[in-house]
């Protein structure tokens, strides 16, 4: 009989509503259960696509011995952490204080307050390596809470109360500047792996945001190291197995050095940050590999992500039916050379074993490999790698394929409406722009609601229960930014103003500009969230910095520019110390420095060849930040064409920036040089 999860629109809630778990969702109901019953409550976060999640609900959650105990003994509570960021964030941080170290799924026992006392990550269903088994942690937490109930509430109240004199020193409010920067450039130095790319050892995650910070650098100060950096990074991944080398697309991160074997489930935040990073880089350095990977990542978005609604769903996972009705990660991509000989012939398998780099030993598990582009002399027919893929492509589809999780979140569908805009513009792909236009319009249209406010998520069409927190406003607003610069239709600015409205309001603390990642009447938790770095994504703080900073630059308003400035104190003081985690905010930094510029193209109309040409070159500067805007003379689209004539009859391009404009130019190659100086 299906539990209480039943009726929500979370696809890794719903994975749980026929457990014989007696589980709630968050809810004020569920603790006001523990205290009617005087019992603790157990608190699991996890979302669709981790394995370890899979793995411990099938060892424990579906067992029905452990379901008793855990229903006898404890109310249960289930929480998406894709849904509710906010109770992850509050709960992973007193796990990674007691423990050094957190992930998902993520084990946390509450008080019938919510307060926390004991943790931990995945138990395994018998004690392994060092690690007690879930039943015995339940049987410990149960008589520890019957038998020593004063020292369990002393060591809740004592964790809070740590908790909440962690609250962040905003120190500084004023922006980074050049030494800032540099010394954030040469801690990335320190830290860069010169063999394979990227930064650190293994685990590797693809870095996004630092990515876009190098080369916003490289742009502004001519930086060669810089650029080499974030252009060797991009190259490995490309040819690694972290990308999807048939179908497109980037799995998570890679569990080695090397980029070879990724974890691979394939998020849709990490594809349309990284999409954008290519369709950049190209932009810099006109790179043919670059351009083919923006491209086949944006289709790898619409193809396999796009739901009915015209949103993009959050995730694929890892793990698939490997034929045999187990479900095993990485089934869906992984070879062996016997089957490359089966689906392309004896002499076709030899080419792609040599240019996937398949062995026979295998580069993942039982002799099978991930696919890669190795480095290697001699030259492959184009068109015969051409035929070998489609041919893998078309047989991996009759493959059980992975999961996949539905719920649209507006925070990643905000990036994949920026760096679909800006590689359909790039790349004269109207379709791209079209699919971002879509999803900006389900955006407005089901997470919107009358007073501008945001929902977080929603699934098949219908908004879910869960309030936006400041990367929600943050991301979808900065997707509203790029749209609006890539269409000309100023609208999209104008809801990105309503978005930012909320950011001044709701989010920012107005003493010190420091901003928290849930608003001010969100429900209060046992600490309000607030978190300057990035992690997968770009933080809400930097991210709201960035959106504030482009609001401003095409409209003039002091309000957000001040706010962007004093968002941005925080990374002058962690982008030296910490700048793989700061990435974003010192990208958002290089633009204040850099300006940002602020493009206004006129011209006849929007189909005029000439007023094509100018704002195609206009958004293929390289100028960190700049904002573009594209109309007719004194249109009412966007203020920066307020008094912006056409010069001679000619559709024009004017620049400005810190209150001074150049000249106009009628001429495309002045523009260029003028937004590449």
Known sequence: MPNRLAHETSPYLLQHADNPVDWWPWSEEAFEEARRRDVPVLLSVGYSSC?????????????????????????????????????????????????????????VFLTPGAEPFYFGTYF???????????????????????????????????????????????????????????????????????????????????????????????????????????????????????????????????????????????MLYDNALLCRVYAHLWRATGSELARRVALETADFMVRELRTNEGGFASALDADSDDGTGRH?????????????????????????????????????????????????????????IASIRQRLLAARAERPAPGRDDKVVA?????????????????????????????????????????ARLTRTSKDGHAGANAGVLEDYADVAEGFLALASVTGEGVWLEFAGFLLDHVLARFADPESGALFDTAADAERLIRRPQDPTDNATPSGWSAAAGALLSYAAHTGSAPHRT??????????????????????????????????????????????AGTRALHRTALL?????????????????????????LVGGEPSAYVCRNFTCDAPTTDVERLRAVLSD
């Not at 960190?624 to 008094?643: C, I, K, N, T, Y």
């Open 328 to 384: 095993v990660e990485g089934a869906y991509y992984v070879w062996t050379p016997g089957q490359l000989r089966e689906v392309l012939g004896e002499q076709d398998a030899e080419v792609a074993v040599r240019y996937f780099g398949v062995t026979e030993e295998g580069t993942f598990e039982h002799g099978q490999s991930v696919l890669q582009l190795p480095v290697q002399d001699g030259l492959f027919d184009a068109e015969r």
């Open 124 to 266: 395994p269903p018998e004690p392994r390596q060092g690690m007690p088994s879930f039943r015995q942690v339940l049987q410990g937490v149960s008589q520890a809470w019957q038998e020593r109930r004063d020292e369990v509430t002393e060591v809740a109240g004592k964790i809070v109360r740590d908790l909440a004199g962690r609250e962040i020193s905003y120190g500084d409010v004023r922006t980074p500047g050049e030494q800032e920067l540099a010394q954030a450039l040469l801690g990335l130095t320190r830290e860069y792996d010169p063999q394979r790319g990227g930064f650190g050892g293994a685990p590797k995650f693809p870095p996004s945001m630092v990515l876009e910070f190098l080369l916003r650098h490289h742009a502004r100060t001519g930086a060669e190291g810089a650029l080499q950096m974030a252009a060797d990074t991009c190259e490995r991944m490309a040819r690694g197995g972290i990308y999807d080398q048939l179908g497109g697309g980037f799995a998570r991160y890679s569990v080695d050095r090397d980029w070879v074997v990724p974890h691979f489930e394939k």
């Open 621 to 645: 500067g390289t100028a960190p930040g700049a904002v573009v805007a594209v109309g007719v003379p004194d249109s009412d689209e966007f203020p920066l064409l307020g008094d912006r004539p």
């Open 563 to 608: 706010a962007a400035e004093k968002a941005l104190g925080v990374v002058k003081a962690l982008g030296p110390r910490v700048p793989r985690f700061t990435g974003w905010g010192l990208a958002v930094a290089e633009a204040v420095l850099d300006g940002p510029r602020e493009v206004a193209i006129v011209g006849p109309s929007l189909d005029d």
């Open 51 to 107: 394995h370890w999640c899979h793995v411990m609900a099938h060892e424990s959650f579906e067992d029905r011995q452990t379901a008793e105990y855990l229903n006898d003994h404890y109310v249960s509570v289930k929480v998406d952490r894709e849904e509710r960021p906010d109770v992850d964030a509050v709960y992973m941080e007193a796990v990674q204080a007691a423990t050094g170290h957190g992930g998902w799924p993520m084990t």
């Open 411 to 451: 925070a990643w569908n905000g990036l994949a409406i920026a760096a679909l805009a800006e590689t359909g513009a790039y790349f004269d792909r109207p379709d791209l722009i079209e699919a971002a236009v879509a999803a900006a319009d389900l955006l407005v249209r089901l997470h919107l609601d009358e007073q």
